[in-house]
């Protein structure tokens, strides 16, 4: 499936984030959001919704919101209010979900991504706003029953919701991709998606090439990876087209995506038409925002992914999609800035070394940056013994592999192992003068005119030094000794 | 000495620091007089006499030492809307029958850090929706002045127990009048403060935006003396005003010499019942000889203070209510089939038949297509019924009215009629659409049944309510009355 | 203008009320009864009125982010109809 366009057809995709925003206590009351707590026993009575309780505001939620709008380069809300959402479902205690309705806290944003041909395109937002979180249903084990557990019952919840602009599940993917960096740097939320604190609702149509109308689109939703969001979407594509062309009609509903058998499915139906019945919450006044309050919180903007990305390309001569691999997390950017600062090596070394043998490193053990064994000063020290000649790239690969294992600093494990190069000319000729006795074969066929053999005999003198002669060096003596 | 169950609060509060009785003593008499006369009035759900005791004695110990609060040992009755911990809150329903609270109220809490004797929990109309305390899943309360008549609703329990001198003071909820037209009907002070002046954090939600904790006792000055240990800033609830709460006691003796009264000109109408206007005429020519001046005043949009509040209330409540599920606490239907089932027949079964309409009222007005036109038109009614007052306010202190359109009705009279109960609430409930403070004071009788004048202030003058009341009752004798089987 | 079956079905369940037919037929009635009361309003004129949601005219306080409940939940599951190993349970909901 590496099909990017339907040709005949337009595909318009609008997306909808749920990011859990990682303040400590919930949106409106004081208990605990720590993810993996026994059932209930972070649930307090404002998130049980027992009778005479009330809501207070959770001023965190407000700043990371204002933050959120602001690194969009959306409007904040002077005022907003909050609104209930009214159904019942067991996860929702109160039988109403304190959500905001007309008047959202942040409104006319936008983001950038990089659609297939490596155009810039403008992906609109339409708005943010809070909201708290429902609780979990368990339906196994538990006989006839389903258990609920409302731990989750009023986390707080940034809405982000994005313009239908959307035109493929590349770009899908790319914008998503881009909000989660986004909320990861600003710190607003861990953006972790397996534990659900990042959840993305994609709604898809289609419609001929041409026709005006936008066609009936469908929500899908379940999506809890990357690699599932773009299949999905692709796959649902196909369906809405293959059924249209089969002159049926799509229909609007809610798909559940289901990552075994790679296809979307139509949910049973848990709304039935929902009359949603928004008022503004009585319990709760309008928030007010100043002027002063979003400058306030302005100046604590963080260099955001994309200025960022600019900066590198731009500071260290490194190229766009290396620049933007390295940006996608704030803690990798800083990691890599900090072994730069460390070596007189180019960035594009430090680069290299942070992309390649690091990250691998870090994905065969699943870990993130932040649990890196090796520090960003211990890694520079490897690319400056590199730069400096006391060992070769090659070595390094070795010495790096055991410094993740913990054997120390970079000099350490040079010194423990003796891997320093040899640079020593009349070290490296004795070995080259050995290697030419050792194969006189090739050697005439060499000075014959096979110039392919230099690569045999650098190889041959590589083995006998253990990788630890200078490339370079050998290079030369080597063509000196046989260009004879 | 007078009876002990005669005195005023303010009366028994001397008593006590004098030594005359105890609180024991004192929370003992009232606890024999429930016992004698429960049974006819049916003013209570839930008696705490143990613990009323307990209390009492703890505060006789403390007044020893003088460490006792402001209402120390004194006994009261909290409607039972107000979630006592330990102590069952039924609401008035069957949905919340055996529902006992983990946690205190703020009122309630205020009230016990100040000494105060809980008697116990005050019967009343289900969910406070009703005005004769006829939808109680507990059976109906008699009005003491005659026991065929309602007290009122939707506090009747706790203004029938305060005019049978059953306790000195009762606290009680207002939505529409809940406090105000009891206190009328049963010849008590009722008084219902400014919107955010006293916390509703525990106070079990009817209609968010218009229901106030207040207190029904039998004289301005005992009323004084309450509202100030429960006014005051509340961080649990986001709509408590956080304003410094005065000594009410303190001016409540000072002259109302040129204080300005409002008289409407839409209320003495034709729905009036011609009596009951001219007690309430009697009543102002009263504050008009302390030295008032009156002018008058109009509220255009009056007429439409009752459909719009029946818009907004219901609208509110019918989302308030929804967490009754069933799943968490409260009635549970048996075996069901499923979820749907699970909620459908628990609410079915737990709610009472005016609940259920008004929850239905309330999901109609806010439904799909009809938001619009009801809803959000009726808050636009608000805002011009609150216009209204603040215009007259510009002229006037208080604004001064008849409570109710009569004295009590027979019990069972209105409740065929949805509408015509209603209109009941047709003085009252501008006041919380506007989320002023208003009171409704004994200003005499009409065919042997009480009536009330009806004071209404702008915001946070509740000084000026108390003392216009205070005054008047210094010259007036209506709240000393008490009906003849209760004396 | 009268309300009809359909319609005070549709309110009823998404209300979440089992009603039976007596209480149906008297809803329907009463129901409608109530609506005409209400329909006074749109006599008014309110062009250009802001709605009002609250009687005071203040801005929502904001408290801070810290941890301030513990955990209770035996004590708030004494009033659960019915709970196992600490959910609250339901008839099996199917997604």
Known sequence: MGISSFSGWEVVIGLEVHAQLATKAKIFSGASTAYGAEPNTQACLVDLGYPGVLPVLNEEVVRMATLFGLAVNATVARRSVFARKNYFYPDLPKGYQISQYELPIVEHGELFITDGDGNERRIGITRAHLEEDAGKSIHEGLGASSGIDLNRAGTPLLEIVSEPDLRSAKEAVAYLRKIHTIVRYLGISDGNMQEGSFRCDANVSVRRLGQKELGTRAELKNLNSFRFIEKAINFEIERQIELIKDGGEVVQETRLYDSDKDETRSMRSKEEANDYRYFPDPDLLPVEISEEYIEAIRVTLPELPDAKQQRFVNDYDLKSDAAAILTTSRALADYFEAVVGATDARAQVAANWVLGELSGALNRENKGIGDSRIAATDLAGLVNRIHDHTISGKIAKQVFEAMWEGEGTADEVIEAKGLEQITDSSAIETIVDRVIAANPGPVEEYKAGKDKLMGFFVGQVMKETQGQANPEQVNQILKAKLND | ?487 | MPLDKDQVHHIAMLARLKLSDEEYAESIEKLSKIVDFIDQLSQAQTDGVVPMAHPLDAAQRLRPDAISEIDERDAYQENAPAVSGGLYLVPKVIE
């Open chain 2, 1 to 487: 000495m007078t009876e002990l169950h005669s005195q005023t609060l303010t009366e028994l509060a001397i008593g006590l620091e004098s030594g005359d009785f105890t609180s024991v003593e004192l929370t003992q008499a009232l606890l024999d007089r429930v016992a004698e006369h429960n049974d006819k009035l049916n003013a209570f759900v839930t008696i705490t006499a143990d613990e009323a005791l307990a209390t009492a004695a703890h505060a006789d110990a403390a007044r020893e030492t003088g460490s006792g609060g402001v209402l120390n040992g004194l006994p009261i009755i909290h409607k039972d809307i107000f979630c006592t911990r330990g102590i069952r809150t039924t609401c008035g329903s069957k949905m919340l029958e055996n529902f006992v609270s983990p946690y205190d109220a703020t009122v309630v809490e205020k009230l016990s850090a100040a000494g105060a004797v809980v008697l116990g929990k005050s019967n009343m109309d289900e969910f406070a929706m009703g005005s004769s305390t006829e939808t109680s899943y507990f059976g109906p309360v008699r009005n003491p002045w005659n026991l065929d008549c309602t007290p009122g609703g939707s506090s009747g329990g706790s203004s029938a127990a305060v005019a049978a001198r059953i306790a000195p003071a009762a606290t009680g909820t207002d939505t529409g009048g809940s406090i105000r037209q009891p206190a009328s009907l049963t010849g008590t002070v009722g008084i219902k403060p400014t919107y955010g002046r006293v916390s509703r954090y525990g106070m079990i939600a009817f209609a968010s935006s218009l229901d106030q904790a207040g207190v029904i006792t039998r004289s301005a000055e005992d009323a004084a003396r309450l509202l100030g240990v429960m006014a005051g800033f509340d961080a649990r609830d986001s709509t408590s005003i956080d304003q410094p709460v005065p000594d009410y006691t303190l001016s409540i003796g000072d002259s109302i010499k040129g204080l300005r009264v409002g008289i409407v000109r839409e209320h003495f109408d034709a729905g009036l019942d011609q009596q009951t206007g001219a007690r309430v005429k009697e009543a102002i020519a009263v504050l008009e000889s302390l030295g008032a001046t009156t002018v008058e005043v109009s509220l255009p949009n009056l007429d439409l203070s009752v459909p719009t509040y029946y818009v907004v209330a219901p609208a509110e409540c019918s989302s308030n209510l929804s967490r009754f599920d069933g799943v968490r606490f409260g009635h549970r239907a048996e075996d069901p089939e499923d979820l749907l089932d699970l909620y459908c027949r628990s609410r079915g079964e737990g709610f009472g038949d005016e609940v259920k309409r008004r929850i239905m009222t309330g999901t109609y007005v806010l439904s799909a297509g009809y938001y619009d036109a009801y809803y959000l038109k009726a808050q636009q009614v608000r805002r011009l019924i609150a216009d209204d007052f603040k215009k007259a306010f510009a002229n006037v202190d208080v604004i001064a009215g008849p409570t109710t359109p009569s004295p009590a009705f027979k019990l069972g009279d209105k409740v065929d009629d949805p509408i015509t109960m209603y209109l009941n609430d047709i003085y009252t409930i501008g006041a919380n659409l506007a989320g002023l403070p208003a009171m409704s004071v004994p200003c005499g009788l009409v065919d042997d049944l009480p009536v009330g004048l009806h004071l209404v202030g702008a915001h946070f003058t509740e000084e000026i309510l108390l003392r216009c009341a205070h005054q008047y009752q210094q010259q007036t004798d209506f709240h000393t009355a008490c009906p003849e089987a209760f004396k």
